[in-house]
């Protein structure tokens, strides 16, 4: 089984550089950010969940449009609550699925710009 391993800290603190050096040597790599925006423009249950807070607008060409939502949320924090309840749990799920794909390697890491993350789920934390 797999050591879990989470990579976290603010923003410029070099979580993708640590990350970079960890997948040169072939440590599977779970990204947040980068899950968080497939599952944006990707996932149906999502993009429903993201117009009913705002509106049919906010997807321009099928693809979220991301400086208008921070233009909102970042001058709203219930907004942003309710954009981030949406989208953690999401990525959350995607993460634990891929960990069980990803049970074979010796260990896994998840670059994670919060720290939040259930610790439990964890071996260790950079």
């Known amino acids: 089984m797999a050591k879990n391993i989470l990579i976290t800290g603010g923003i410029g603190t070099g979580k993708s550089t640590c990350a970079k050096f960890f997948t040169l040597l072939g440590v599977p790599l779970f990204n947040d950010d980068l899950v968080g925006r497939f599952l944006t423009?990707?996932?149906?249950?999502?993009?429903?969940a993201i117009v009913n807070l705002f509106d049919s607008s906010i997807y321009v060409d099928g693809m979220l449009d991301r400086k208008r939502v921070a233009s909102i949320v970042f001058n709203d924090k219930k907004i942003l609550s309710d954009l981030s309840s949406i989208i953690h749990p999401a990525v959350q799920?995607?993460?634990?699925?891929?960990?069980?794909?990803?049970?074979?390697?010796?260990?896994?890491?998840?670059?994670?710009?919060l720290a939040n993350n259930d610790s439990k789920l964890f071996d260790a934390v950079i």
């Open 93 to 113: 799920r995607s993460y634990l699925e891929w960990s069980i794909q990803k049970q074979d390697a010796h260990y896994t890491l998840r670059e994670s710009a």
């Open 41 to 48: 423009d990707n996932n149906l249950d999502v993009k429903q």
